[in-house]
T-cell receptor, first 115, second 113 residues
Framework: KNQVEQSPQSLIILEGKNCTLQCNYTVSPFSNLRWYKQDTGRGPVSLTIMTFSENTKSNGRYTATLDADTKQSSLHITASQLSDSASYICVVSAGLASGTYKYIFGTGTRLKVLA | DAGITQSPRYKITETGRQVTLMCHQTWSHSYMFWYRQDLGHGLRLIYYSAAADITDKGEVPDGYVVSRSKTENFPLTLESATRSQTSVYFC????????????FGQGTRLTVV
């Protein structure tokens, strides 16, 4: 069964600290993995997209890693800011034989950054 | 305005009523998607469209109808709303499927009473 599991469910950190969010997946056949940021009351916004051959991708203070062998990804946030308070969603896509794609969403990690 | 917009932002309707959620994008993206987001679940795909007049079911299509007569619009209709359809609905669009970015609207919070 295709699944995406994220941990922790929620996290509270102090402004300026670093944190790492985890994503484990059992999706086959794997096509790509995305991390989205979703502010409260808004739609998700893409942070990174990684294919099978990419191990690391950065977007400013956000760095995503992918280990396709262990089927794990992490999102590292450096020097957190109050504006980083949001839900972070991991999405894994499977490339189907029909040529279409299936997107499996994790339930997200809710991050709260305190001043 | 450029981008992808949904309307209304908030809607309260009664059980059994028909309600239509609108989605409009200005990029001429081929693909458009409707998702629902509920506590404890990841976003779940309701319907998607690969082009005008081409639509297909997603993971949870029952009770919903879509149409796409124009590339830029992708309305979602609840034919007879039920309380279980209370949710936040997101529309998204992308140039194509695969390794391309999808852009989401701001969402419509629908409450069925």
């Amino acid at each position: 069964k295709n699944q995406v599991e994220q941990s922790p469910q929620s996290l509270i950190i102090l402004e300026g600290k670093n944190c790492t969010l985890q994503c484990n997946y059992t999706v086959s056949p794997f096509s790509n993995l995305r991390w989205y940021k979703q502010d409260t009351g808004r739609g998700p916004v893409s942070l990174t997209i990684m294919t099978f051959s990419e191990n690391t991708k950065s977007n400013g203070r956000y760095t995503a890693t992918l280990d396709a062998d262990t089927k794990q990804s992490s999102l590292h946030i450096t020097a957190s800011q109050l504006s980083d308070s949001a839900s972070y969603i991991c999405v894994v896509s499977a490339g189907l034989a029909s040529g279409t794609y299936k997107y499996i969403f994790g339930t997200g990690t809710r991050l709260k950054v305190l001043a | 305005d450029a981008g992808i917009t949904q309307s209304p932002r908030y809607k309260i309707t009664e059980t059994g009523r028909q309600v239509t959620l609108m989605c409009h994008q200005t990029w001429s993206h081929s693909y458009m998607f409707w998702y629902r987001q509920d506590l404890g679940h990841g976003l779940r795909l309701i319907y998607y469209s690969a082009a005008a007049d081409i639509t297909d079911k997603g993971e949870v299509p029952d009770g919903y109808v879509v149409s796409r007569s124009k590339t830029e619009n992708f309305p979602l209709t609840l034919e007879s709303a039920t309380r279980s359809q209370t949710s936040v609905y997101f529309c998204a669009s992308s140039v194509r499927q695969g390794v391309t970015e999808a852009f989401f609207g701001q969402g419509t919070r629908l409450t069925v009473v």
